[in-house]
């Protein structure tokens, strides 16, 4: 069961727009909800994070966004960078449980 | 600054073989995780422990075992190796079950 989907595999912007990557999950005992990032031959690495008593967390280009009722977030890269080219990895987590979704790979062109 | 250390990072088993994916953090983390992902796939929980001496099933834990002796090293192993086990496994760390985990650099095995 796919308790966190990321329907876009792929994703290509051009630098200096923005990027929107989407995650939609199921269960509504998530309540804390990550974003990591992953460059080819390396770990995921932890890139932002947002608590389910808010609805928008940022730092710096990155913005997650997070829609309860809708038990849906997204994540904000603006402006793009061809160094932010990457899988990007939604998380969810609650006491006792985190799940990934599949990814998204964005490429920024420059 | 190591964080979380895995070895080796490519490996080639024949099947039924057998092996030890190494795990180690120095951050004094009591959660630690085993994932693996496959092609298109996101990161599935193999086993966690949250603790020395405690560790329990994730998703997928058929095929592994795991031990945790002391709060830095988390190995998993492998005891007959089947071409259903090819994959990326990455060992992560954390404070607590819903804060950002620190993974290690990956291990690319495949069976043959």
């Known amino acids: 069961d796919q308790q966190v989907k990321q329907n876009s595999p792929s994703l290509s912007v051009q630098e200096g727009r923005i990027s929107i990557l989407n995650c939609d999950y199921t269960?509504?005992?998530?309540?804390?909800f990550l974003w990591y990032k992953k460059y080819p031959a390396e770990g995921p690495t932890f890139l932002i994070s947002?608590?389910?008593?808010?609805d928008k967390n940022e730092d710096g280009r990155f913005t997650v966004f997070l829609n309860k009722s809708a038990k849906h977030l997204s994540l904000h890269i603006v402006p793009s960078q061809p160094g932010d080219s990457a899988v990007y990895f939604c998380?969810?987590?609650?006491?006792?449980?985190?799940?990934f979704g599949a990814g998204t790979r964005l490429t920024v062109k420059p | 600054n190591a964080g979380v250390t895995q070895t080796p990072k490519f490996r080639i088993l024949k099947i039924g073989q057998s092996m030890t994916l190494q795990c180690t953090q120095d951050?004094?983390?009591?959660?630690m995780y085993w994932y693996r992902q496959d092609p298109g796939m996101g990161l599935k929980l193999i086993y966690y422990?949250?603790?020395?001496?405690?560790?329990d099933k994730g998703e997928v834990p058929n095929g592994y075992n795991v031990s945790r002796s002391t709060t830095e090293d988390f190995p998993l192993r492998l005891e007959l190796a089947a071409p259903s086990q090819t994959s990326v496994y990455f060992c992560?760390?954390?404070?607590?079950?819903?804060?950002?985990?620190?993974f290690g650099q990956g291990t690319r095995l495949t069976v043959v």
């Open positions: 992560a760390s954390s404070y607590s079950r819903r804060d950002e985990a620190f």
């Open positions: 269960n509504s005992m998530f309540d804390y």
């Open positions: 947002i608590s389910s008593i808010k």
């Open positions: 998380a969810a987590s609650s006491n006792n449980d985190m799940r």
């Open positions: 951050m004094n983390h009591n959660y």
């Open positions: 422990s949250v603790g020395a001496g405690i560790t």
